[in-house]
């Protein structure tokens, strides 16, 4: 029982930084964008999130930074994308690398570490809610994002006019754009939006469980966001379900690896299983996926 | 909101007014100089071939383009309109031809699309839409979702936007090019309702009946150039045609040549199946020489697979087809062109390599008689090709690639394909859709000319008029059966229409 407790207790944890990623990239596809840049733009929030905090001894202005450092990037990207027009695989792939170079440099030029920094930083703690213990425990950014901001983000994109707007401009920008909406403003509040959240996705690594930076943080789970975005057909919940999926197979092979009966298994194979598994769900669920229809086209006037 | 009935019986003061509106795009004048004007309660056509500047006009009014000239007023005050929500804000609402609609999201959702505040509110805009959609007559269900909605449908889902937004002018951009002609009656029932409750509406065609049922005045546009405005009582169809075109338009003469007694094509008790549905269901039909057979129905009631399977692309389930006494039945799409069938499908743009040269389009088909010495004699696809450019009117170079051609000079491309190899039955599907009147009368004519040349000619159309005109019989397709059949002798617009529903009973 205290097994499938641990299980359940790491799952959520686990999935906090996937369901902020998931969930910021499903808000910026939906208005048509594609984000590559989740990867970097996590890796970012991560690093000047923990840089910010150290130097503040602040973690909420760490928090803070990491989100405007996001917005930044989303409206980084949204200048190439949107405005310029630029392929959105390159553009996003480009900022990805310019990202995580960036956090790299400024890691190494003002902190002096290269591998395996020794810098600590106070992290955001782990709250026991009416004292219960168990799976209960978590983080509070955890219970923020998971009871809070997604709810929020579906509210908002089934209920306000901004989430019609931009659910619209995704579909069919010609027909926005008749019906009064800005198509532009629109696609980049989605990526600017987008991108706070997958930064503060990124924090939640440095700022909550680790407590410090190091190099790989993010270790390919904004490319798993992006599965788990298209498993979620565009559904904030239904991401945050693939999300729970993968990390509760992450969080089990974890616990299996310290069984003595698993020894004589590879911990790599266990390693690999909840990307295969992610793999699996793609395909079983993600064929008939209908992308939004102006999905990777920049919109210019007739 | 609600629409009164209450009927102004002289249109009001002007409610919206563009003054020399021009606009260049790169070295095409589109606009030059152009003036328009409409009052409250009146309904003005804008009349024009395709690219005359009507949509471009238009596109100014509601702040889709910024002209690079002139300005808009407002009853009477100027206005600044540089984008759609100032248009919208000014009262004017606009349904373009291709609809602007998000197909995954539902009716009210289109509607309160970029009008509400901050939250939504789907119950109250849902009472709205309702109130509105009884008393214009529709029948929309404001929570269908767009993607399942018929076109007709979608058209009033449009309307319904401009009127949810209390639009004042109301601009209508060839709203019966995709409608079927019942649809286009309720339509113009309602248009004529909202300008009886003192909308002003400007109604964009090309098709003069129309202007003649719904305008008093009409606006001309010519090459970017406004020719006029003129009240249509005071003038004929062929000068409203000439001030459009410029110069006066040749009809055929179609009533001297009567059907021979040679069938060249016969179809006993054909059936099609697919999926375990049959989408042509019994049909029976004969092609003499000298004869146009026109098909009618709404779309997608089974002419496409008519088309397909007289030409070999589908198999028949069941069923004899026979083309000048050769059984073709199992043929393959080269046994029906050997035969001297050919087909015009109803996508040009799918039936041309948009990217290759009007000379290599025509001659695709035939390119093993251009062989010379192993490589593709050039010299004499030129000569040929020159020749066809002539006598097709073709406005293009041999050398031009196809996809940058009109629509109506494209659809002049396929023709020469088919017809310099003189077929002696033609299956054509939708051959004028969207062209502009000229294009439209040279590619009737063409056909007539085919007629009398003694070609057998099916033809299936979603335009009434074209079938009424060309046609010496008309069969009209219900749900893949022939449901009924006229002679020209007897056409009748109103029952030709009823059967295209299903309700007709001959």
Not at chain 1, 254 to 272: H, S, T
Not at chain 2, 41 to 63: C, F, H
Not at chain 2, 286 to 303: F, L, M, P, T
Not at chain 2, 380 to 409: C, E, H, M, W, Y
């Given at each position: ?284 669920s993600g064929r008939n996926a209908k992308y939004p229809g ?9 | ?99 602007s609609l998000v197909s995954t999201m539902t009716v009210v ?229 050997n035969a001297g069938v050919g087909r015009i499908a109803e ?160």
């Open positions: 029982m205290s097994f499938l407790v641990n299980v359940l207790e790491a799952m959520l944890r686990v999935s906090t930084p996937l369901a902020l990623g998931s969930s910021g990239e499903v808000v910026t596809e939906r208005s048509g964008v594609l984000n590559l840049g989740i990867e970097g733009t996590m890796y970012a929030g991560a690093f000047f999130g923990f840089y910010a905090a150290y130097q503040t001894d602040s973690r909420w202005v760490g928090l803070a930074v990491a989100i405007a450092v996001g917005a930044l990037a989303g409206a980084l990207l949204s200048f190439l994308v949107v405005t310029l027009g630029v392929n959105q695989h390159t553009a996003g792939l480009g900022m990805t690398i310019f990202l995580i170079g960036t956090s790299e440099f400024v890691n190494r030029a003002a902190l002096g570490t290269g591998f395996g920094t020794s810098l600590k930083v106070e992290t955001f703690g782990v709250i026991k809610p009416f004292g219960l213990g168990g799976i209960a425990a978590q983080y509070g950014m955890t219970y923020v994002t998971l009871l809070i901001v997604v709810p929020c983000l579906w509210w908002m994109l089934r209920h306000t006019s901004l989430g019609l707007a931009i659910t619209a401009v995704g579909e069919n920008p010609e027909a926005a754009d008749v019906a009064g909406i800005n198509v532009k403003l629109t696609r980049y509040i989605a990526l600017i939006i987008g991108g706070m959240l997958m930064a503060a996705g990124g924090a939640f690594l440095t700022l909550a469980t680790l407590g410090s930076f190091t190099l790989d943080i993010i270790a390919g789970r904004g490319w798993v966001c992006l599965a788990l975005v298209i498993f979620g057909r565009w559904g904030v919940f239904r991401a945050l379900a693939g999300g729970l999926l993968f990390s509760f197979v992450y969080a089990l092979q974890f616990r299996l690896r310290l069984l003595d009966a698993w020894q004589g298994v590879p911990f790599e194979l266990l390693l690999a299983l909840p990307y295969l598994i992610t793999i699996v769900a793609l395909v079983a102006a999905y990777l086209k920049p919109y210019r006037r007739a | 909101m609600s629409v009164s009935t209450h009927v102004i019986d002289e249109p009001g003061p002007i409610t919206a007014r563009l003054i020399d509106i021009s606009k260049r795009f790169g070295d095409v004048i589109a606009n030059d100089r152009v003036c328009l004007d409409v009052r409250r309660g009146e309904i003005v056509g804008l009349l024009g071939e395709n690219g005359a500047g009507k949509s471009t006009l238009v596109k100014v009014l509601y702040g889709l383009t910024l002209p690079d000239e002139g300005r808009i007023e407002i009853d009477r005050a100027p206005s600044t309109i540089r984008k759609p929500s100032d248009a919208i804000a000014a009262g004017i609402g606009m349904v373009t031809q291709h609809f959702e289109n509607i309160i699309l970029g009008t509400s505040r901050i939250i939504i509110d789907r119950d109250s805009a849902r009472k709205k839409i309702v109130l509105l959609c009884e008393s214009l007559g529709f029948g929309v269900d404001p929570d269908e979702l767009v993607s399942a909605l018929s076109v007709g449908q979608r058209q009033r889902v449009e309307i319904l936007k401009a009127l949810y937004r209390d639009c004042r002018v109301l601009v209508l951009d060839e709203p019966t090019a995709v409608l079927a002609p019942q649809e286009a009656e309720t339509l113009f029932k309602a248009v004529r309702l909202l300008a009886n409750s003192g909308i002003a509406v400007i109604l964009i065609t090309h098709k003069l009946h129309e202007v003649r049922k719904m305008c008093q005045r009409v606006t001309i546009l010519r090459r970017g150039s406004c020719v006029g405005t003129y009240e249509v009582a005071q003038h004929s169809d062929d000068e409203l045609v000439e001030l459009m075109v410029g110069r006066a338009v040749e009809h055929a003469n179609h009533e001297t040549v009567k059907p021979g007694n040679l069938v060249r094509m016969s179809v006993r008790n054909l059936v099609v199946e697919s999926r375990g549905g049959r989408i042509l269901d019994n049909v029976s039909l004969e092609i003499r020489e000298r004869e146009i057979i026109g098909v009618a129905g709404v779309s997608g009631n089974g002419q496409s697979a008519l088309v397909s399977v007289l030409c070999g692309l589908t198999r028949p389930t069941k069923g004899k087809i026979e083309v000048n006494g050769h059984d073709l039945t199992h043929g393959k799409p080269m046994d029906y062109l996508d040009r743009h799918a039936s041309v390599i948009a990217e290759m040269s009007v000379a290599h389009n025509i001659v695709l088909e035939r390119i093993d008689g251009f062989r010379k010495a192993g490589a593709i004699d050039e010299k004499a696809i030129s000569t040929l090709v020159q020749k066809l450019i002539q006598q097709f009117a073709i406005r293009a170079a041999p050398n031009d690639p196809v996809s940058s051609l009109s629509g109506g000079n494209m659809q002049k491309v396929l023709l020469a394909k088919v017809l310099s190899r003189e077929p002696k039955v033609l299956v054509i599907a939708q051959p004028t859709r969207g062209l502009d009147v000229l294009a439209t009368r040279e590619i009737r004519n063409m056909l007539a000319f085919q007629r009398v040349n003694g070609a057998g000619i099916l033809l299936v159309s979603e335009d009434l008029d074209e079938l009424l005109e060309l046609s010496d019989r008309i069969l009209v397709m219900y749900e893949g059966r022939i449901v009924a059949e006229f002679t020209n002798s007897q056409f009748d617009r109103n029952e030709i229409g009823l059967a295209m529903t299903g309700s007709g009973s001959r």
